[in-house]
């Protein structure tokens, strides 16, 4: 879903935000939850971000606003995911442009940041093909410095970080991005791997889990006496 007015300023469609998100990306990063996704990928564990009318509309220059705070109290990156972010690529090219400008002047002398290497890593289900393929999906990730590209297949587990399924690459396009992510590149993990953050009536997991893990997660919680209701895992 597209939503950037003709002559306004540009509004994504998002279903979340946070900060400190630790399990997506190296370091401790803003997270940015896009809206709708048209790949609806079996097994997704954020069925939740599908629907391209859900969520909340937001202006760039708001988000904008979370990343420069998050600048200034040490983060180290920022990462979007979804849903799918590239379903909304104008929006998402003003977002991730006003990103690397806010983060220019964070890290320049005298600025919050300043001499901090700080990246921005993009998650989509696109394969790298039809990224390129396509021109305004590729004018927007023109902007990161890593991308995880490939769709989730839930038949094909991996312990590779950061991604949820073997197809799935993690591919540095800048040289901050090489220099951040190249050790990453056949990094594996065997601990949990998502993040547990409660919000005013939720619950919220944050990353990327390995097969079983949700599972686990909803056994514990039961033997604790804590029944989980509306997972967003579920269909």
Do not use: K
């Amino acid at each position: 879903m597209e939503n950037v007015p003709e002559c306004a300023e540009p509004t994504l469609r998002i279903s979340h935000t946070h900060f400190p998100v630790e399990t997506l990306g190296p370091g401790r990063r803003l997270g940015i939850w896009t809206q709708g996704c048209g790949l609806a990928c079996a097994g997704c564990m954020s069925r939740h971000t599908w629907d391209p009318l859900g969520g909340a509309s937001r202006t760039v220059s708001s988000l904008l606003g979370l990343w420069r705070e998050a600048l200034a109290r040490g983060a180290d990156g920022l990462t979007v995911s979804g849903g799918e972010p590239l379903d909304q690529p104008a929006a998402l090219e003003a977002l991730l442009a006003g990103a690397v400008r806010a983060r220019a002047e964070a890290t320049a002398p005298g600025g919050p940041a300043a001499g901090r290497e700080i990246d921005i890593l993009l998650y989509t289900g696109y394969e790298q093909e039809e990224v390129e393929g396509d021109a305004a999906r590729s004018a927007a990730v023109g902007h990161a410095d890593a991308l995880v590209t490939g769709r989730f297949r839930a038949a094909e587990p991996t312990a590779l970080v950061w991604r949820g399924s073997a197809n799935q690459r993690l591919r540095p396009r800048t040289a901050r991005g090489w220099a951040r992510y190249q050790e990453h590149l056949a990094r594996t993990e065997s601990g949990p791997r998502l993040q547990m953050v409660e919000g005013e009536g939720d619950v919220r997991l944050y990353g990327v889990p390995r097969r079983g893990e949700l599972a686990a997660l909803e056994r514990r919680l039961r033997r604790a006496g804590i029944t989980l209701t509306g997972a967003s895992w579920r269909p």
